[in-house]
């Protein structure tokens, strides 16, 4: 029985989400942020949507409508949408990375020290 797409995606979001939650917990010994963990969880879902897209602009059979003539920029944007994604996975586990290595803290504050 083949998956629909809402199963792998969500499938790939609690995969790499919990990956990404382990890994933070094994290399920097402490929890990602929230904004880390969405980041993450945005970022795959864009990159699964954008490479559907992709694909099915420059291989697939959809009927594009109006826009039929359009299926190059289409994919193009489609694979535009996947790379910010996989740029943006790779530089949050970059980030775990630096903060394992350097003691990093988590968020910088910006305010003031009082003095």
Aim: aromatic share 14%; proline share 4%; charged share 15%.
């Amino acid at each position: 029985m083949p998956f629909s797409t809402q199963q792998v995606l969500a499938f790939l979001v609690v995969i790499f989400g919990g990956g990404f939650v382990i890994f933070s917990l094994v290399k920097a010994k402490k929890l990602p942020g929230l904004a880390e963990i969405f980041s993450v969880v945005l970022s795959i879902g864009g990159g699964y949507s954008g490479g559907g897209l992709c694909y099915q602009a420059a291989f697939g059979t959809k009927n594009f409508g109006d826009f039929a003539d359009d299926k190059l920029v289409i994919a193009l944007g489609g694979f535009g949408v996947f790379w910010v994604s996989l740029i943006t996975i790779i530089d949050l586990f970059k980030r775990i990375l630096e903060r394992a290595e350097h003691g990093v803290p988590e968020q910088q504050d910006l305010a003031p020290e009082p003095e």
